[in-house]
């Protein structure tokens, strides 16, 4: 979004073998099966689906925090630093057309007196790679190219502008699209550059965008939030949550009909999301926990856990936004009259963290290979991964479950943490210690609603 959130939401822009057969005919069942009859959550860590890179968990920087930024604040780095794979912002020349002039945050109402430089460096000192979203401008863009790879560290993937006005058609921004990438690709070949950024997951304005530039586009990146103006009760916030991951898959498949021959060079990330793009109230006749907006509330952490996970399985990059910007912050921006203070986490943050591990925690970072999972559970969704072997589950709904989790003959030992509703949002979440594997399972409550990682080996 190149618009700023205030404080108080104001909008500044398996063959049976003998035995068990044997067994089953006598009435009975030897207990490794009777264990994986019992079991309603199920991982199959010999079934791999895909890799899961590192920016498969990413982040927005925003150029907003009241003069607290990664470029100067140590606990917002601490905060953030080995968390995020990539790190995604919007960077422009403070004179259009003059490559002299300083290089400053792009977003409306963003801090313009930090360098493009120092944005560049502290990025990579969270260990993140810098994506750069560049003007629709080729001479600019150029410029923003040459300015940030003359050296070795150079900047590998960029953004051809970011939300395009909605007067302009697909056709156009296509046009826009091709001349800027064109004139990126000749200052370094080597470079990835994507589009359209628009603000939503308009099918239409992809396709039209995929028409005429699928020949040179590296990724498509769109957005997509939960709420909004139309504002929907948690419930119905949290089923949606499978829509990132079919709109992913919809985006592919428009990607393998207009662009076959590069399809699979082609990748699809979600420049920005979070539970909400601006601060709105809940529609009457909500069950909802709390009065704060939906960003404030322990909602936003199940819902995060379970959209990035949805993510993972389809195989595309997510960016949270953003880093802070009132309510659309992975942190708070200043202290809260809910009892946060500045640089505390907000739900964005926990519900990520249950993939990227979180300061202060020893949660860990899901693994880099996605491997088969189930469960009969109902409102549970679980997501799980080898290198290392990290389960997340995620319990949107408001009944407590009782988990048997079936997770192999080779698991001896698991460690896990949990958040449920009820600590305040911020809090951080609690260590479950040990659990006992028995049998190739192991037994864990799942509160409602709730999230659960649990670190297997």
Not at 117 to 137: H, K, N, Q, T
């Amino acid at each position: 979004m190149a618009h700023q959130i205030g404080f108080f939401g104001r909008v500044v822009r398996p063959v049976i073998g003998v035995a068990v057969a044997l067994a089953v005919l006598a009435g009975t069942q030897p207990p490794s099966t009777a264990q994986a009859a019992a079991a309603d959550v199920t991982i199959d860590f010999g079934t791999a689906l895909r890799t899961v890179p590192r920016s498969t968990f990413s982040a927005d920087i925003t150029g907003y925090g009241y003069q607290h930024y990664i470029t100067n604040d140590p606990q917002h780095r601490a905060m953030l630093t080995g968390l995020y794979g990539s790190a995604r912002m919007q960077l422009v020349y403070t004179v259009p057309g003059d490559p002299t002039s300083d290089i400053v945050a792009g977003g409306a109402g963003a801090d313009r007196t930090v360098s493009g430089d120092d944005w560049v460096s502290s990025i990579r000192a969270l260990g993140a790679e810098p994506m750069i979203i560049v003007p629709e401008d080729p001479v600019d863009a150029a410029n923003l190219v040459r300015h940030f790879n003359s050296g070795a560290r150079k900047v590998t993937r960029w953004v051809v502008g970011n939300e395009p006005d909605p007067r302009m058609d697909a056709a156009t921004y296509s046009a826009k699209f091709n001349a800027v990438h064109d004139a990126m690709k000749a200052v370094d070949p080597a470079i990835s550059v994507g589009g359209p950024a628009v603000s939503n997951p308009n099918m239409d304005y992809i396709r039209d965008f995929l028409v005429g530039s699928g020949s040179r586009t590296d990724f498509v990146d769109f957005h997509k939030y939960g709420a909004g103006e139309f504002a929907v009760c948690d419930s119905a916030l949290l089923a949606a949550t499978p829509e990132w991951g079919a709109d992913v898959t919809a985006v592919r498949a428009l990607i393998q009909e207009l662009a076959p021959a590069r399809a699979a060079r082609i990748g699809v990330q979600i420049g920005e999301t979070n539970s909400d793009w601006g601060v709105h109230p809940s529609p009457a006749g909500c069950d909802n926990i709390g009065s704060e907006a939906v960003q404030y509330r322990n909602t936003a952490i199940w819902w995060a856990a379970s959209v990035f996970g949805h993510l993972a399985r389809a195989g595309a990059w997510g960016f949270a936004y953003g880093d802070k910007n009132g309510a659309l912050g992975l942190l708070y921006d200043q202290p809260n009259p809910n009892g946060a203070g500045m640089n505390e986490r907000m739900p964005v943050y926990q519900g990520l963290g249950f993939y990227t591990g979180q300061q202060g925690t020893s949660l860990a970072h899901f693994g880099s290979t996605l491997v088969k999972s189930s469960t009969t559970l109902e409102g549970v969704e679980v997501f799980a991964s080898n290198n290392p072997k990290v389960v997340v589950i995620v319990n949107k709904g408001t009944t407590e479950r009782q988990a048997v989790i079936s997770v192999g003959s080779e698991v001896t030992t698991a460690k896990g943490h949990q958040k449920d509703g009820q600590t305040v949002s911020y809090a951080t979440p609690a260590p479950l210690g040990a659990k006992p594997v028995v049998n190739g399972t192991i037994t864990v409550t799942l509160p409602g609603p709730s999230v659960t990682q649990l670190v297997l080996s």
